[in-house]
């Protein structure tokens, strides 16, 4: 667990069957409920903005995704004159 200082409180409000079931989870971890609980929801924290921000792409889609980049496909017709007409308006990019 972390050891940096405690300056924040959560508090819950929980049925007494989920707290028997933290309990008893924590007692089977040699935990207090609190660190349990705790812990639990750090970890669960952590693998929500992983699954948020963490891209995975297949080994198909790595590879097809590599082959794009170092040999890129031609510029199409339409986009060519898009950057054309932003340069005119806007500028150089």
């Given amino acids: ?3 940096a200082s405690k300056q924040s409180r959560l508090e819950a409000r929980i049925t007494s069957d989920t707290h028997s079931l933290l309990k008893r989870a924590a ?3 040699g935990r207090s409920v ?3 609980v705790v ?3 750090r ?3 952590l693998q929500t903005i ?4 963490v891209i995975r792409l297949s080994r198909e ?3 097809r995704l590599a082959a794009m980049l170092t040999d890129p496909p031609p510029v199409a017709d339409a986009m060519r004159r898009a950057k054309e007409r932003h340069e005119r308006l806007v500028g150089p990019l």
């Fill in 1 to 3: 667990m972390e050891q």
């Fill in 27 to 29: 007692e089977i971890e």
């Fill in 34 to 36: 609190t660190d349990f």
């Fill in 39 to 41: 812990a639990a929801a």
């Fill in 43 to 45: 970890e669960a924290a």
């Fill in 50 to 53: 992983e699954r948020n921000e």
């Fill in 61 to 63: 889609a790595s590879e």
